[in-house]
Structures are given as structure tokens and as C-alpha cells.
């Protein structure tokens, strides 16, 4: 008994440490229609009841599973383990929210961004053509067959809900050679790319193209969080931090959010410096343009949610 006490107390602990973030919770959730709090909170003390390394490493830094949790809330992605979307992991002796291919797609067709999306790879013995632009691409394969040779590569093909089809496809070079820029995959067996290849594969391709379609505040969250917080290899925004200015019309923009959504403004600047790596800016108009962006797009996306919520 005395040993199943010693063993119960530490994930007790790190239950009634998410629990302590209830209100930080709700005051970031970008969609309070699907993520409830006592859920979350409930998938995320199961993750930690699974794995071992994972609730070391919650205990070991107490302020990464608590800016995990917030990033749950502030992107608007379930834990639950049965939908497969985010995950919970240790990495870099840190616990982050890892989100998967399906829950990117997952995002940006509950964002309207797109109807549907599908990530697939091609085999040396598939056939497979490019049907030009507006159009799926052909694939024909068996997939029952264990001798379908190589991996050529991968595609995504995402349907805009104007019908539009949009497909980006990626040699198995260009993946490998993001993957060789991961840290996770050159520092050690636990790698998701040396346990779940194929998967990842799928996740590389699905990242670059999902930059090509509609833009949405709630995906644009997901990928920038993507981008400075997780060690993929997979630098999708193509920008990088400068001491530039902002300007005044996007400070405007801003200010202009923070009273039509009521945000305050250290509360949503704590959030952005904590869990997705901006600057504790003590104004809008010590941001970056960068960050500006960002920040414009977390209060888009507030505004939409709260425009939804009178509506219903």
C-alpha cells in the first residue's frame, strides 16, 4: 500500500498542478465550444500516467506542462487520446504539445480554411501523376501489397472550400534533409522520426503545404507555435527576427482587438512570451512586425470566436 501511495503522489501533484490553471485556461481558450478545461485536464493527467519519462520531466519543470497545457487552450486542439491530434512529450527536458498531421488538417477544416485534406506516400512501384493544378493528382496503388519498393516521396492534396484542389508534393530528399536538421532525430533513439517514420513523413509534407492554403487565425496559431517551440527541422514561416519596428497602423489594428475582444494586454503578451517565444513587449509598439502579425492573428481569431458565440 504504502508503495502504490509513493507512486500515486507524484501524478496526484501534477493533476492538482493543471487544475491550478483553470482560469489562466479559460482566459486563452480560442474555442471554448470544443475544449473544456476538466477534459483537457483529465487527458492530460492520463498522458502523464502512461509515460514515465513524460511525468519525470513534468516534474523536473513544473512551468513547461503548465505552458503545454495553456497552448492546448490558446490553439484550440484536443488531447484526447482516441481523436490522435496533440500529444503531450517530453523533449529537450521540457514538456510540449505536439501536434500531429491529422491534427493539422483537423485544425484548418474546423477553421473553414479547407473542406478536407489527405497526406499519402509514393512508392517506387505505385503509379502516380500530376494532373496539373486544379486537379487531384493520380495515385494508384495496392495498399495491402508489402513490396511496393522505396519511398519516391509524399503529397498532400487539400480540397478549399471554394472546390478548389490544392496539392504539394515532396521527394523523400528534401523530407530527409529536413529531418537531418532535428535535433530529436540526431540526438537519440526516442526520436519520432526513428519510431513513427512513416508518420512523420506525412507530418513534413502536410506542414509545408498546409502554408498554402486559406489563411485562418486558428491554423496560423498552430503553425507558428510549430515553428519556434518544437525541434522538427521544418522552418515553414520563412521569416526571421529582427530588431524592425513596428508600424503604426498595426499597433492601431491592435489596440483597436484589445477593446473590441476586452483582452488585457499583459495577460495575452505573458501567453505569447511564455509559450510561443516572443518578446515580453511592455507595448504594442515594442513588438516586431512579426510578432505584430502574430499577435494580430490570436486577436482575429478571439474575435471570431466571440462574434460565433453571440450568434448561438
Known amino acids: 500500500m ?3 501511495n509513493q507512486q500515486l503522489a507524484p501524478i496526484q501533484d501534477m493533476n492538482n498542478l493543471i487544475l491550478s490553471q483553470e482560469v489562466v485556461f479559460n482566459s486563452v481558450n480560442s474555442a471554448p465550444n470544443d475544449i473544456a478545461f476538466y477534459r483537457e485536464a483529465e487527458f492530460a493527467t492520463q498522458l502523464l500516467q502512461a509515460n514515465d519519462f513524460l511525468l519525470k520531466t513534468a516534474i523536473s519543470n513544473r512551468d513547461s506542462l503548465i505552458n503545454a497545457i495553456k497552448n492546448v487552450a490558446a490553439i484550440g486542439i484536443s488531447l484526447n487520446p482516441a481523436q490522435k491530434l496533440a500529444y503531450l512529450v517530453p523533449r529537450d527536458r521540457q514538456v510540449k504539445l505536439d501536434i500531429s498531421y491529422h491534427g493539422l488538417i483537423w485544425l484548418a477544416v474546423e477553421a473553414g480554411a479547407i473542406q478536407w485534406a489527405q497526406a499519402k ?5 505505385d503509379d502516380y501523376k500530376n494532373t496539373g493544378i486544379d486537379s487531384e493528382p493520380f495515385h494508384k496503388y495496392n495498399p495491402f501489397d508489402k513490396k511496393r519498393g522505396d519511398i519516391l516521396g509524399a503529397y498532400v492534396v487539400a480540397k478549399t472550400s471554394k472546390g478548389d484542389f490544392l496539392t504539394h508534393e515532396m521527394s523523400i530528399d528534401e523530407i530527409f534533409s529536413i529531418r537531418a536538421r532535428s535535433p530529436s532525430f540526431k540526438g537519440g533513439k526516442s526520436s519520432p522520426w526513428k519510431t ?3 508518420a512523420m513523413i506525412k507530418k513534413t509534407v502536410v506542414r509545408q503545404g498546409s502554408t498554402y492554403w486559406p489563411k485562418v ?16 527541422g521544418i522552418d515553414l514561416s520563412g521569416n526571421t527576427h529582427t530588431n524592425a519596428v513596428v ?3 498595426d499597433v492601431n489594428v491592435i489596440n483597436g482587438l484589445l477593446d473590441e475582444t476586452q483582452t488585457d494586454w499583459l495577460d495575452l503578451i505573458g501567453y505569447a ?3 510561443l517565444g516572443m518578446g515580453n513587449a511592455e507595448t504594442p509598439k515594442d513588438l516586431t512586425p512579426d510578432e505584430a502579425t502574430k499577435i494580430i492573428g490570436m486577436l482575429e481569431h478571439k474575435k471570431e ?3 460565433n458565440a453571440q450568434a448561438n
Not at 487565425?217 to 522538427?232: G, I, K, V, W
Open 2 to 4: 504504502y508503495q502504490q
Open 121 to 125: 506516400i509514393v512508392y517506387s512501384a
Open 196 to 198: 513513427d517514420e512513416a
Open 217 to 232: 487565425a486558428r491554423l496560423r496559431t498552430a503553425e507558428d507555435y510549430l515553428n519556434t517551440q518544437m525541434d522538427q
Open 247 to 249: 508600424n503604426d497602423k
Open 273 to 275: 512570451s511564455n509559450s
Open 305 to 307: 470566436v466571440m462574434k
